[in-house]
């Protein structure tokens, strides 16, 4: 079962790159985030047309996330428990069947948190702080689960080409990777990093200053394995050729395939 996260910032701009991706990986399960999209306007038909069942929870003009599924979707949760308050859309769980087992699988949005210090970032800490409740929960259910998506942390210097221009932003704060490792030390095993603990494995790179031409990019877009997803992990890859195409998005899919 392969399993990808992809931000694609803004669905509907970039169906196309979408479309091109699906095609050439054949992932079984996709989690998609900013998909930019109200539930009804999201472009299900040609996804559909794939083979893939889709589940939104959207909001107009930012945010929203999204699975894409060639397996059955149970036990649909749209929204992070712990705030009935919280409008916006940011996760989207859901249980998929493979050949051997079921998985859990969570796509979720991070805030991005500036300017820091401010409401914004007191938002990211609370809203991480919800997840790690919801991580646990997850956890207590002893079966596979994967949270996945873009996470807007850089878990240490050695995921930036240029760490020193991130010192103060709410990407690298200290607060913000401490939230992170408080998720992963729950006992979640982060994927990537499983596979290689190599500089240079880039997820994002911005629009602005050349930044893929000159290779500054960051890595924020992680997947994170409870220990029954973990065993189950055969292989985890970027696949960064896609930021140099037509029209992409500022991130890449990242991808991991279970046993299951």
């Known amino acids: 079962m392969r399993i990808a996260t992809f ?6 701009a970039r169906i196309g790159a979408l479309l091109d991706w699906l095609g050439e990986a054949r992932p079984d399960v996709v989690l998609l985030q900013e998909i930019k999209s109200v539930d009804e306007n999201f472009p299900r038909e040609p996804i559909e047309d794939m083979g893939y069942n889709v589940e939104t929870h959207g909001q107009k003009g930012f945010n ?7 397996l059955p979707l149970e036990d649909v949760v749209r929204g992070l428990p712990g705030d009935d308050t919280d409008e916006q859309a940011r996760w989207i769980e859901a249980t998929v069947t493979g050949e051997t087992r079921a998985v859990r699988v969570c796509g ?3 805030p991005n948190g500036n300017p820091a210090p401010g409401p914004k970032y007191d938002y990211k800490l609370a809203w991480m702080e919800r997840m790690r ?3 646990g929960d ?3 259910t002893e ?3 994967v949270l996945a998506g873009d996470y807007n942390v850089i878990p240490q210097d050695e995921d930036a080409e240029k760490p020193e221009a991130w010192r103060a932003d709410a990407l690298a704060l200290p607060e913000s990777r401490q939230a992170f490792r408080r998720i992963l030390n729950l006992g979640f095993t982060e994927a990537i990093r499983a596979r290689s603990a ?3 494995l880039y997820t994002f790179w911005d629009y602005q200053a050349g930044a893929w031409e000159r290779n500054n990019g960051i890595r924020i877009d992680h997947l994170l394995l409870s220990p029954q997803a973990a065993d189950l992990m055969t292989d985890a890859g970027i696949d960064r ?3 140099g195409r037509e029209k992409p998005s500022d991130h890449v899919p990242v991808w991991i395939d279970l046993a299951a």
């Open 7 to 12: 931000n694609i910032n803004g669905v509907k």
């Open 138 to 140: 997850l956890l207590a």
């Open 241 to 243: 050729h896609v930021r």
């Open 198 to 200: 190599a500089p240079g």
């Open 108 to 110: 979720l949005y991070l």
């Open 133 to 135: 409740a919801r991580a």
């Open 64 to 70: 929203g996330v999204a699975i894409l599924s060639k």
């Open 143 to 145: 079966m596979p689960v």
